[in-house]
């Protein structure tokens, strides 16, 4: 049986706020306003790798349980 895997509100609300940092990052860069834009990106992405990591952290603790239970 499968089983069902929550994602916490916190990592969905990280990666939320990064993504508002990166359409202003964007928002910038397309208004020239200089290095300001690259940094916005940059804060945006490192926002939403926890999220990135928890997803790619349970699908290898799936792959790696059913290898083991003969799956």
Known sequence: MK????IPVKLIALDFAGALFVA???LQL????GPQGFIY???GFL????????ILG???AAGSS?????D
């Open 3 to 6: 089983q069902k895997r929550s």
């Open 30 to 33: 397309l208004g020239d306003a």
């Open 66 to 70: 059913g290898a083991k239970n003969g």
């Open 58 to 60: 349970n699908l290898s």
């Open 47 to 54: 926002l939403m790798v926890p999220l990135i990591a928890h």
């Open 41 to 43: 990106l940059a804060v």
């Open 24 to 26: 202003a990052g964007i």
